[in-house]
């Protein structure tokens, strides 16, 4: 008997760690409008897509969608309490700890700036970024045109202290930037500038422990292009 249990359990635990559907997948994202946010319509743009790509994975599992503070959900998520979390810009530090798919969007960055700015140099300009948001290649325009950062609790704040003129540039994704400029009045006279086209476009991921994501990270990523195959995740994409 003993033998007899011992056999079936080890083979639940195998069929696990090799992709066994599971009947449901818990989820963790943060507060990144228009991307993510639990007041937002569907969770948001990338919510929406990463729970299309899990219902494409599993099919009939449920899809359970939390949201925290960003460094409690990715410890979280590290720690197994959730199978996934996004969505996450690429750093090798995350890179140790995680497994990230396939890019679920990419993100075109611009600089926004008042209507009246001289935005024809970026020399000795004070340029405005959330903590928490990847810099990426901007450290290189910073050290290059001797620029000051300046980096706030939140989005928000960056445009609030764009709009009053205390920095001069505030880098963010174009959706960012339309969605504080079509949501808060104060904010509807900014302009925006495309930046540096070397760091344009920049994709964000999902991202999956490595104690125990290896094969559900592998299973996402062909659901993820098959959607994209199906038209499914341009519709999706369209909708915003």
Known sequence: MKKGYLL?????VSLTAYGQSPTQIKLVSG???????QSLPGGGLVTRLVQATFAQTFDGAQIKVSFEPWARGLAN????????????????????AFYFSQPVIFIENVFYHNQSADTKSYDKKTICLPLGYAKGRLDELIQA?????????SMLQCF???????????????????FFTDHYPQFQGLKFS???PAMALVPLYVIFPKKS?????SRFNLALQQLKHSGSYQ??????
């Open 8 to 12: 079936v359990v080890c083979l639940l």
């Open 194 to 196: 495309p930046s540096d």
């Open 77 to 96: 998520t590290e720690n197994q309490k959730y199978q996934a979390t996004f969505p996450y810009f690429r750093n090798e530090q995350r890179a140790a």
């Open 235 to 240: 519709e999706i994409l369209d909708s915003y």
């Open 145 to 153: 045109h001797d620029m000051t950062l300046i980096r706030p609790a």
């Open 160 to 178: 609030k202290m764009l709009s009053k003129k205390r920095v001069d540039l505030l880098a963010c994704s174009k959706r960012v930037g339309e």
């Open 213 to 217: 994501g290896h094969a559900i990270v």
């Open 31 to 37: 507060d990144y409008p228009p991307f993510t946010g």
